[in-house]
């Protein structure tokens, strides 16, 4: 049975992959030291081949004995986002800099690490150009820097893959509403109208369940994508904020947009994301933009909006 190591096990990603993976028949060792005091690994201690360790990766002394025993590593800790990573520069540098390169170091040549990054690196870019995995990077945000320089050392080693990951949405048991299309759908419900800040901008989405899938997939046979990076995104859906509120506006049709004259947005991206070559692999995501939508929507009720505003 192959020996899967998740770490930030409990968070957005974490929660969905760690839970389907054990189910997909790997032995998972979760860690994660549940920052949000999150309940979202529940159903794995329902599973017997799952262990979790309540762990701050920055504990290398902790961490290094449970790396040993790993065949996959799959590391998802890490402080996330452009205003996350500016509130503490240095706690982000420790964690999504200092900490991941430390845990690549301590690791056997053999052992195969799925590292999820970001396509935020690649900036912004001239209007109409297509951004693909040898284009130049030009990272804007902190967060985005830092996944650069993790993903170079990551590439200097054998037996890894690095994941481009688009700009994530859909429901998770950790959720997060900081996501663009999440918060977006969520100020969408909550206050029938949207303001939007630089609203030409122009990102790629892709749903998490469709993420997860990816990872599992690769998990089990990693010998077909090693040595590569892949940008991880809906082709269908590099669109502009715009271009997103309208979306959500086919769902409530008395949605107001107006483009806002003043502020800007802190994380600063405008791009075009080809997803081809990971589509050349067989990657065929089945959750389209507008079906996210449509779930989000659905459980919007089960959400307390004031915690979950700036969750």
Not at 120 to 148: F, I, M, Q, R, W
Not at 169 to 189: E, I, P, T
């Amino acid at each position: 049975m192959q020996r899967v190591l998740i770490t930030g096990a409990a968070g957005y990603i974490g929660s969905v992959l760690t839970t389907q993976i054990a189910n997909a028949g790997f032995q998972v060792t979760a860690i994660d030291n549940l920052m949000y005091q999150q309940t979202s690994l529940v159903d794995i201690f329902l599973n017997p081949n799952c262990s979790f360790y309540k762990l701050d990766i920055r504990d290398s002394s902790s961490l290094k004995p449970l790396l040993r025993s790993a065949d996959v590593i799959i590391p998802l800790a890490a402080i996330v986002g452009a205003p996350a990573c500016a509130k503490d520069e240095d706690a982000a540098t420790s964690v999504n800099v200092k900490a991941p390169i430390d845990m690549l170091k301590s690791l056997s040549k053999d052992q195969i690490v799925l590292m999820p990054t970001t396509n935020s690196a690649y900036g912004t870019t001239e209007k109409g150009h297509e951004c693909d995995e040898n284009s130049a990077l030009s990272p804007v945000s902190k967060y985005a820097k830092d996944k650069v320089l993790v993903e170079k050392a990551l590439m200097e080693r054998e037996n890894v893959v690095s994941l481009r990951l688009a700009t994530v949405f859909g429901l998770s048991y950790r959720m997060r509403m900081d996501l663009l299309v999440n918060n977006l759908v969520q100020k969408s419900w909550r206050d029938k109208y949207l303001v939007l800040f630089e609203s030409h901008a122009r990102r790629n989405y892709i749903h998490l369940r469709d993420v997860v899938t990816l990872f599992i997939e690769i998990a089990q046979e990693p010998s077909k994508y090693l040595g590569e990076i892949y940008n991880v995104g809906l082709s269908s859906a590099n669109l502009t904020k715009k271009q997103l509120a309208e979306r959500i506006k086919l769902f409530i049709p008395e949605l107001q947009i107006f483009d806002s004259q003043i502020g800007f947005d802190p994380d600063k991206r405008d791009y075009i994301v080809s997803n081809r070559k990971i589509e050349a692999m067989g990657f065929n995501p089945q959750m389209t933009l507008e079906a996210g939508i449509e779930e989000l929507l659905k459980a919007m009720p089960l959400f307390d909006i004031a915690h979950f505003a700036n969750v």
